[in-house]
């Protein structure tokens, strides 16, 4: 467990599930999921704060920190019906980059190889090439596909003199080999960022990315169910990376780049059940909550939703019930007395 | 009136109608609603705060408080075209949750005694069971339906080693036979609680409970008119009780329990003009709005908003005007010179 | 440029655009669009602080201030493809509206006269009047029509004993013969006022107001479309004037009159986007946004994104691309290497 | 009474004292202090808000709104020992200072015709030409000193194009000869305005200004002491403008113009008790507090307690009671049962 | 441990101490001091928030928790030097404050019994009574004194209809016999309350209040210096009650009944300083600070160092460190290398 | 100047002096002091946002921002009687603190070279590594003494496993020779850091540090005398840096890691305008001003008069004025006409 996470927010674990240690194997044998912590800020281009996000992921929620959480919509207790354990902040000092990110890769590595899916709390989107990588190292490059929700496309080159930043680890997931670009969906994009050029070089990646303008024109159900097709074409499994900025700032205004025009919260619910639901998500990360710039923790209480919504439909997709009904009355087939 | 209650803001009526004292019937003679404040929140599991709704319900709007609000979509002036008085707020001790809730239960079995509807404005929901309760303690036991807004079904047992609080009034106006289960209508829910056990009570009492999966699968307007039918089978009025978070907490942050995923602002207005232009409605009550956890007011101005709604439609129902049309252009057959 | 103006924040322009001087015509040769500040608030009638959102628009952007700002979803630089220049901001004491009005109305003419569309950020609404009718004095009286995003109609007669103030700029545009009543398209009213007698004004004046209930029920683009027909008939051109409070409160709580039930942010940038491919706008105003009633900007940043959405819109129109396909994929036809 | 105060906050009165009109002599009949709310803040340079400060300061207050205080310290209870009343808010429109000015000054010179001493809660401290000003009308030009408590001395001459404004208002005072500039005293000036021209105005006015370089210095209470002495000369009443940003940011952040480096609130009321306690006080102003930058209600409250402790002093300098002696232990001579 | 207890806040220790459960005294064995949440807000007359004072007074420093805290001035490390342990939250129901209130004192007797010190963090000062009366019971009613720091006496008789409440524990705990009323010293206080008839019953029991215009008059210390004779006259122990209002607010803005006027944080943290190390403590509560009305955590902060000063200093006053000295350097007399 | 810094705020100068180029030693001819950004949070231990402070110490001041600010103190104007030029931000990327700290390095050096004063506006504390090391790598190292003002000893070794951090600039300035640890006056420590051993090694370098339980015993203008006259002993010139969280809480809530029980404002006033007054002062820096956990702007505003302050007293050290006298009343000596 690191040494300085609690000092980003108390020591505690994602909504009281049992603590593990990721350097142990054995503390994670038969676990489904392992949470990690990347409390780190040093990749942002704007606003910082994201270093106490992975705390107040954990926290934020007005119910007792009892490790269950039964889903009405799903029928399924993700925190229960899995074994959901939670390692922990990996050490990252925001001031050194190129030391804190592959600290994060290994500790995701080390998830993956225990046979659960991470479930990385950022921290700033940088933190998206250790998450994702770290998956591929253990199951393969190019063999996982990546499901992007964002305002931004995060493919920048070299922003501040680095190529390190939350701009662009999708360029170099993609340049590394780790992911491939014609299994890259993202979801979301909008406003002024990338320039041209750097669109080109998405394009030359064979990239597939959804600007709300299509989005709106098409639907959100129609645009996933495409992306859904691709996402597992010659792939074995599929990382979500979750900005929370793909929300319009109302939704979600403790972030560090807000961009207006963006999905509600109960979109991004629904889409990240759909894609727990149907597709075998490997890992997953939750970024950009930036604390500091929130009110009254609406932005934390989403992202803490955004990993309930997602363990509760890996539960159910993992489950003997049958397939999920969205039109089911919430009390019908219930236990009577 | 309340000796305390202007301690919990400025002793004032709801956007500056007329005074009465529901102790005194004469002095509510010929009112069709009355406003009464419910400035406690002892039965609040999280973020308390409700103390201070009332009076932030009562002033939150940018436009004098002289008793008159025009209607720009029902053409009605809920403020005029009724009789509308404040009674004010009862005085009820958040840390005495036996004492203060039947004092309040009392209070509203008065204004419905002298034949107005009783707008309750909250307070935290734990005052559902004396408003509905003291409503059908004159109307009669099982002759009220429930159309109950809110992100949570409030039907828990015990919590806090208590019978009271803001998560069971509900199980406790089924339980007391004050509101029948087969006729209450649950509209929003989402989100981890209550547990399955329940949810099991809750199908035993044949609730219908509209989960927001549901609702956005089927569409908000069926499944209100459904509820609809429901509600008016042999029963003689309808009890609207609106929890401000079943509205997602980017439009209503001020609240004790908010839930990712809900209804917008719009969503809620448009629901409370239906019920109110086409259900025959006995009693109101707004409640959960935190002014602590508020920013820039805007969830007291989405609870203001939501009571003149009401009274809106509520006058338009009562008035001689033609059905109402929502196609029609706001300056259609105007008076003109 | 004012003297007073960097009072009320930094004096920057716009996004690192090139400055210009109103009163200087040589120092606007060439430019498609003339930015110019309204620091004032003197004219609202509820919450003040809109002297700060001139500043506050200018730069509430996480990119840098580098006077480029490459749309994704129209595919041009609304910076670099229109020669986009700031006047900073016109010295308007908030104190002495008779004074200050006629100062922005001179300034406005100004930037016309140079043949570039006005872009006036303001700023609370009684601006529209000089914003307008600055427009209206340069190219003729009657020949201007008006598409104005609002919760509130803004045809008061006489507030605070003044005929001069934030919710009469509409009624003083059209009884001065500036503006047409019956070119007059108002979007988005909800709530409360005007009464009823302001209401048969409009009516006489065949103004056109489409109420959130009606734009609901038949859709914000069959509205718009037909808005669009009417505003272009036997007029020159458009003047767009955007109050920001026509959105939800949860999407711009940093107003100083907010109405709940509003737009979406995604809804406003969308109309703003259709106004600006397909009508000849000839001005523009974005109005009553208040820092500091603002969270973490958002409210700022969605009024810099008005601006650029319109600018980006503006500079396809006037491009050789073909026409907006909003079905179009992100990457779809790029350069490739 | 206003018609348009009670926009700027619920229509309440100080503290629940009893109202007044002040244009009905027989309303105020036996007063020996009436409230006057001025919701004006056209006259700022910077901030706004104030127009809000007039209901701040008469509600905040965590104690019951009953029209009783009794003070621990000085064993006066200020609203039940002197008769105070409320006459409510002037109407200010502030876009127009021109008109505004004039009405408060009427209505302010109505109270003292009335015997009463004027407390007019600001709004922005443009208002003291017409408190102090008023009050001159009727007790006679230069015949009564001032005691002002500021970080700036408001000496301007012309600032924004206007005579009027928040930095002029003890010029014109003094230009207008209704007061005395040799009988001015200031307490708290700090920071970098005026500039040397306008002290040099000040200077040739015999100004008598304790910047706080001299205050820390010399002692609070010595300066207190020698002003005393200046302000009794030759004048019948002392006039008592309290602009709250005499104190610290720290302790005051709600206001406009905040300058580091004040008084503390401990010693702000302590000077405020001492004046009113030696002084024969014939009108108070408190101003400056700005609602929407306050924290937690903390400036509100302290201007409230400035209030309260004016006149609880005011009352013990009326009462039969012994010398007031700050070292007597609370409760020593109590009544014993 | 409390099973309600996590839901006001993540389920943390003071800092990192060791957890012990106090119905098991096996697990306090050997501790000098023990910690107890009290997360009730259910008596307070005002703003509420309290019930997340513990976990914010437990977990707000910026350093990391590791469970150690060398004191610069005091050169002892209060978490080290002392057995500090944790006991967690006492599970009280702001609803039912004659219920939790017994509860917590049952905790605070078990502590006492163990042999440790009880910290009590609060809540809401009603919390007091079962604070000093949980000590009385074991270490003999009668026999501890109490040094009582806040602006107000908190020696109401009824409030609210109630007994209990945080304005009356005090009144409660000398009515009761617990603590004698001649050995009781309140410093701070200030204000309006309570009125004439309760400073009589107070001058009854030979209370000895320090008003802060005696303290600002006489000075600090020589109150302290002659409160601490008082205390230590026929009594075995000191109980120290620090309301957090006792600081201005603009050292202590989230409490829930703020009073203008009072002592610095360096006065508070110096005199808890005095008291810890000149007088024999037997217990300690830290009330009323409440989170949502806190800045940047400043109030929270505040709390938790003056439960560290206290710390510190029992250490000191323990340890074979000789008198303490204020004026030595810090570096004084250090081991060199 | 930096091509991201106009990132972290609008591209503005200090208060509106002109700009300069530090590379170009031309544009700095004749310069007294030069401006620098240091727009740098990668090294902070706990909350980040200071990359935001250089832009909001910059511009927060209600003045307007002429390049004009006569000091009603000293008599004399900063930025005019000194010839003050602003060099924008030096580009440092958060996530890659070893190369940032060079660059800043280089950048001071270059102002020093020219004859010039830089005064560095944090960011966080790593900064004084570079700032006082520029300066002592042109003016010689051992030459230059330190005065500190800060709640920390900032003398760590390794922090995050890293050397170079907010919590170590001062051991590194030490050890590396550029500074002597026997001229190093630290004034304001306190608190719970460092540990022991870290003191031992501060004792061993001789450092002299002020905790403010000496200031508070001593008298804080005893201890600065002493200080002063350890500073100037066999040293050339004096830096001082000033963390802006030696100031209590109350004062400066924006900060990374507030300490309760630190100065006021005012004496840190007081003491800034002394040492430049009294000592040869060759670089300043003001770090730790954090905007997101600001309030109303005021520790912005507590930072710029830092500065302020700072640049007045040089100019009054510089002038033929005659020396300070703290007693001369404001209008004293003026000009008449």
Known sequence: MARYGPQFGPDITYLGVD???????????????????????GGTSHRPGTRFGPQAIR??????????????????????????????????????????LPALRAAVADVVRAGAIPVVLGGDHSIAFPDAGGVADVLGHGRVSMIHFDAHADTGDIEFGSLWGHGQPMRRLIESGALRGDRFLQIGLRGYWPPPETLDWMAAQRMRSYEMTEIGHRGLQTCLTEAFSIATDEC?????????????PGHAPGTGTPEPGGLTARELLDSVRRICLELPVVGIDVVEVSPPYDHADITAALANRVVLEALSAIARRRSALPPFDPSLPLLADRNLP
Do not use: K, N, Q, W
């Open 236 to 248: 074995d499994g599929v990382f979500l990376s979750v900005d929370i900025d793909v929300c319009d």
């Open 19 to 41: 603590r593990c240690d990721h350097t142990d194997p054995a503390s994670m044998a038969g676990a489904d999921v392992v949470v990690l912590g990347a409390p780190f800020d």
């Open 59 to 100: 926290m934020t929620d007005y119910l007792p920190h009892d490790g269950s959480r039964p889903s009405l919509a799903l029928r399924t207790d993700g925190l229960r019906d899995l074994r959901v354990l939670d390692a922990g902040d990996v050490e990252m000092y925001s001031g050194d980059i190129e030391t804190a």
